[in-house]
């Protein structure tokens, strides 16, 4: 995140983030073999969100994962910073962005940081306006958890739909 808030806002920026529909803040190891790009993008833009993640089974790419985000299986392994696991199946930080094959999207009040599509105005309301959201450089802890109620600010109120999980 400080480097989009660095390349995208900061004093030399010559990017125009206004003329993009959504900007996609990918994490180095976002897995997206099994993801149908031209499908997410139209549920993207159906969603009318401010900040949008495709639904994941695994934060790390390897065959396990592809295998598991291809049958879309309730388990998910997860990685904390420390490399150790931190996400059990069951748990509901975990549970929540796992696929669901009965949904297009849904709605969601918070959102993982690890690969969301995010709209230019909620962008700017969360990396520039909002102090509090990335208050250390060296960390986004916390910021799932804030980022939808800044974006839902920025669209009026309209909390309920300010985040969305693409299934």
Not at 53 to 77: L, Q
Not at 109 to 124: C, H, M, R
Request: aromatic share 10%.
């Amino acid at each position: 995140m400080w480097l989009a808030k660095d390349l995208l806002f900061g004093f030399r920026s010559q990017v125009r983030i206004g003329s993009y529909s959504y900007i996609w803040l990918l994490d180095e190891d976002a897995g997206l073999a099994t993801l149908d790009l031209a499908r997410m993008l139209t549920l993207v833009r159906e969603s009318h969100a401010s900040i949008v993640t495709p639904a994941f089974v695994n934060t790390r790419f390897t065959p396990e994962a592809v295998a598991a985000s291809r049958a879309k299986t309730p388990t998910r392994i997860g990685v904390d910073a420390t490399g150790g696991v931190g996400c059990q199946t069951g748990e509901p930080m975990c549970e929540f962005q796992l696929p669901h094959t009965d949904c297009r999207y849904r709605y969601a009040n918070s959102v993982e940081v690890s690969f969301p599509l995010i709209t230019p105005a909620a962008l700017y309301q969360v990396l520039v306006m909002c102090r509090s959201c990335l208050p250390m450089r060296d960390s986004t802890w916390g910021l799932n958890r804030v980022w939808c109620a800044v974006a839902a600010a920025q669209t009026f109120g309209l909390s309920e739909r300010s985040c969305a999980i693409i299934d």
